[in-house]
């Protein structure tokens, strides 16, 4: 992504991209995930999951650019609300709310 996006020897087009420009794909790209779920055509699936990675790929690269954060953070991230939401998993913690009791604390603490 960083060849595609370099502006002396990459893609204009992927060169002139942003995050609102690119947003309308990336929905596209989990409808169309979806619809191979629900036909459950697996190599449909596999097909549109890459593309959905394309574009996760895409806007953390993006905000890498901006000097916001890079794809590692992202993984990161996501690595440690795993861990966070499954403490009966991942720690000693006894199954307790579940993830949606979780997820909504969370957005509490940031609000």
Excluded: N
């Excluded at 992504?1 to 990336?26: E, H, N």
């Excluded at 169309?32 to 055509?41: H, K, L, S, T």
């Excluded at 000693?92 to 993830?99: A, L, Q, S, V, Y």
């Amino acid at each position: 992504m960083a060849r595609l996006r370099d502006p002396a020897r990459g893609c204009p087009w992927d060169v002139a991209q942003d995050f609102a420009s690119i947003a309308p794909y990336t929905i596209e790209e989990a409808y169309e995930v979806a619809d191979a779920i629900d036909r459950g055509d697996m190599a449909a699936l596999r097909d549109e999951l890459g593309d959905l990675q394309l574009q996760v790929v895409y806007h953390a690269r993006m905000a890498e650019e901006a000097g916001a954060f890079d794809l590692a953070e992202v993984i990161a991230g996501i690595a440690d609300k795993m861990v966070r939401r499954h403490p009966h998993v991942f720690g000693d913690g006894e199954p307790g709310p579940g993830w949606e009791a979780l997820k909504a604390a969370e957005r509490a603490g940031h609000a």
